[in-house]
Every structure is written in structure tokens, then in C-alpha cells.
């Protein structure tokens, strides 16, 4: 895999691990790509820009302009000539400042305006690392879009051993690497999305539903568009928002609604995910005005069975389509997986368990085992946003093999 003619912008941040930012650079140059390296005022105490400028073969900018000739360098040129940005190393200060649009410096400014992807690769020592104030504002970047390359356990700067290892330079070049590669095969690529809970009516003040919060199908959208995927998010009643202006959202309410929605769109799309927790059954008559409490027997609420919407589509699936089901499970989840795959003729089952703690609804987090008809692979815990990229390149993996065997 090559990153011939990438334009990448390589961000630094005055940490030591910015002498590993050389190793990067050089990497990345010998892969193919044209890198522009952006350094803090703290970074250039760490590593001179004449070693960066050699290397990249263009000058390092810092500063908004330059001092004797009144340059002016122009953040926003940068951010629409780039096709990514790692930042490497990302300092507890630089994340801060980018989590919170605090724009001091050339680095935060090519940031606010980089229409490409961003990859964040944290280093600092393992305390600062742990900070509920870091965490935050790594979750917060990556609920904005970015990708965050986790650092490792290891020896650190302060001679302490745990978390805050910048990841190696090799591997953020692999990180890369992957991530054009998924681009070129998800680009364009149509795909269908449902998220969050479905409410059923009762009357007009109250609904059956459930705890799911829409959080890994919001962060499947984010991540499918990422890589350039055009997407239509279903979502049932969740208060969350997407970023990225190539998701479109149509909200619903009921499971009715979504298969209505999801059979408008199923035709013409290479892949549906079909993330929500549809409520399996709704009243049989919704009440047109609240039902009141007063001069009212104890009201018995009649249900009927909602259609099953991933079973639908999965009769109605074409050749060279893909469906992607999610399994929520309590007990027998491997079986009941397996079970589901079978009978609503999905692709791919992504299975999570109420029984693995930071999995199942309302987390940030998720840990799931990922069937295909051949094949089983169990992931461990990790951010939603994480979960995504694992299935979105599962997703790939499964279409290339797909496609090799017709
Ligand atoms: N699903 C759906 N429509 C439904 C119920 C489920 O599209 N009415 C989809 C979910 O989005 C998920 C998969 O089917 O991708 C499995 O959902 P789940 O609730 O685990 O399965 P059910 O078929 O509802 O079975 P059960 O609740 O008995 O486990």
C-alpha cells in the first residue's frame, strides 16, 4: 500500500516523542506522500524545522506569517490542500486546544480548518494520559470525527511505565495506509444506516420503547462517511447530531416508520447496518387523546407484533448487497446470534453482550464478536467509535471476499 501523491499534513506538538515525528516524516515521504509539516512554538524547543524542512523538502511553518518578509501563511489554503492530518505528537495542551476551538497557535488554526480526516496520536506521561481532562477531551475529538491513534503501554519520558507511548511510527503509517486504502473501496459506496430506539404510541403523551441511545449507529454514519461513503441515517428518537454534512438523517418515530423508510431506500444501496433496537411490538390502538387516570379501569393495553425489518430486507436483498445485523443478547448469545443471521438472511452479525460490563446501551464504549456465515471474531472493549472502524472494516473485508468468489 502506498501513499503515492497524498497531501498530508504532519502536526507537531513539543513533547519528546517529537523526535519520533522524524522517523514519521520519513516514512511518509518514502511511501510516496507530500508532507507539510506544522509545528507548535513548544515543538521546535524539541526538534529544529531544519531537519523537518530537509526532510519534507518544503519549509515548516509555525508562525501565522513570517517575521522579516510579512508572509503571510495561510491556515485555511492548508486545510483544503490536505487529504489528511496526523498530529504526532498530540500534547495534553494541543488536545485540549483543539477539543475547545482555542486557536493560538498555526497548529490549532490548520486543525479548525482541515476539511480531511484527522489523526490524532496522543504521547504524554501516563497520569496526564489517565486525566478525566484528557479522556474528555479525546472523547470529545473523536465525537467530532477525528481518529484517535491510542498510545501504548510502555517505557515513558518520566521513567514511568504505562499509557502515553506515542504509537510508532511504522504503525501510524499502517494507520494511514489503511484508512486511503478503505476510502478508495467506500467511496460513493451507498449505505444505509438505522439507529437509536423505536417509540410505539400509546397515546399522544406516552410510548413503548427502549434504553438505546443511537450511539454506535450515529458513530457507524460517522465513520462510513469518513471514508467516503454516501449515507442515509434512519434514527429513531435519539438527541444526538451528526458532523459530517455527507450523512443525511431522516428521523422516525415508530417501527413502521423505519421499515417504511428503510424499504424507500433499500433498493438502490451497496449496504445496509441495521443498528437500532426496533421495539418488537406496538399497541394495537394508540389512543388519539391522553388516556387519563381518573373515572379508568386500569387499562389494558393490547399489542401487535411489528414487522421485522431486517428480515424484510433480507428477503428483499440483491445480489452484490450486503446486511448488517446487530444481536443484543442476555444468554446463548453465540447461538441466538447465529440464529439471527440465519433466519433474516444478513450478511454479518455484530453481537453484543448485556453480560460484558461497557457493552449494550447508553455506553461510550462497546465489546462485540463480529459472524459472518464463515467466520467469528471476537474484538476487545473499545470506544464506539473504534467498534465502528472494526466494522465498517469488516464490512470491507467481507465485500472483497464476496466479490472474489463471483
Ligand atoms: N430488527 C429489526 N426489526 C425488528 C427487530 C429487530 O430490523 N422488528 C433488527 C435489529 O436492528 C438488529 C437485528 O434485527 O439488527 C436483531 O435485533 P434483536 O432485537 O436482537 O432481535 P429480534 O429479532 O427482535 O429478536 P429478540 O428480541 O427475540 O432477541
Redesign the pocket.
Known sequence: MSLQGKHIILGICGGIAAYKSVSLLRLLVKAGAEVQVVITPAGKEFITPVTLSALSQKPVVSEFFTANTGEWHSHVDLGLWADCMVIAPATASSIGKMAHGIADNMLITTYLSAKSPVFIAPAMDLDMMAHPSTQANLRLLESYGNHIIEPEVGYLASGLTGKGRMEEPERIVEVLQKHFASTETMKGKKVLI?AGPTHEKIDPVRFIGNYSSGKMGYALAEECASRGAEVTLVSGPVSLSISNPSVKVEKVES?KQMLAACQNHFPAVDVAI?????A?YAPAHPADSKIKREHQEVPVIELVK??????TLGAAKKPGQQLV?????TDHEFD?ALE?LAR?NLDMIVLNSMRDRGAGFGTDTNKVTIFTRESRKEYPLKSKREVAADIVDAIINHGCELSSEQ
Open positions: 438505522t417501527a441495521m443498528c437500532a433496537a426496533v418488537d411489528n414487522p421485522d425489518i431486517a428480515a445485523g446487530f444481536a443484543l443478547e441466538n439471527k433474516k
